[in-house]
Structures are given as structure tokens and as C-alpha cells.
Nanobody
């Protein structure tokens, strides 16, 4: 069982920056891939970025060049650095982890509770 706690959300003006954190406990963080998702009101949850257990990263086209995902396995924490924020980035941001070293059918996805990011002037 893995517990995840996101933090770092808040209200920021357009063009501003925020860094989200995802603190994990209950298991060895390094074996998990970590993803950041977001859900805006009235919309489906969408993938923002992911970093695999081996360190490979991927980003949604809408955030490429503005967001950076990273992880510190020693601290059991993942991060999402967000720059040049736009009103369209407003959403609840969720992190999740999954052991990507297991076969697909054996994987369990763990989610955090989410943190609100609001980009507005």
C-alpha cells in the first residue's frame, strides 16, 4: 500500500510559477513510475506528465517546454515544476504511482487526494 500526499498548489497569476510535490510513504518509491494528472471543472482527468522508474519522462503537448517532472527517490518525493502558467492550466492536480516493473495485469495504481491550482489575475 502506498500513500500519496500532494502539496504546493495555490493561486498564481498568468505567467507565474508553482512547484507541486507528491510525497509517498508505505513502499519503496524508486520502483514506481509517477504521473501527474489534472482535472478541470466539467472535463475529464488528463495526463500531464509521467516519469518512469528508470527516469524516462513524457509530457502532454499542452505543457511541453513549460512543465518539468522530476523525482527524488531518497526523499520519496516527486515534483512538477510549472512555469509560464496559463488560465487553461487551472485544475485539480493529482499524482499517482504504479510499479511499472510488474506485468500490466499485476499493477495497482495509487492516487493522491489532489491539490488545486488556479491561474488567474
Amino acid at each position: 500500500q502506498v500513500q500519496l500526499v500532494e502539496s504546493g498548489g495555490g493561486l498564481v497569476q498568468p505567467g507565474g510559477s508553482l512547484r507541486l510535490s507528491c510525497a509517498a510513504s508505505g513502499s519503496i518509491f524508486s520502483i514506481y513510475a509517477m504521473g501527474w494528472y489534472r482535472q478541470a471543472p466539467g472535463k475529464q482527468r488528463e495526463l500531464v506528465s509521467v516519469v518512469t522508474s528508470s527516469g524516462l519522462t513524457n509530457y502532454a503537448d499542452s505543457v511541453k517546454g513549460r512543465f518539468t517532472i522530476s523525482r527524488d527517490n531518497a526523499k520519496n518525493t516527486g515534483y512538477l515544476q510549472m512555469k509560464s502558467l496559463k488560465p487553461a492550466d487551472t485544475a485539480v492536480y493529482y499524482c499517482n504511482v504504479v510499479n511499472d516493473r510488474l506485468p500490466l495485469g499485476a499493477r495497482t495504481i495509487y492516487w493522491g487526494q489532489g491539490t488545486q491550482v488556479t491561474v488567474s489575475s
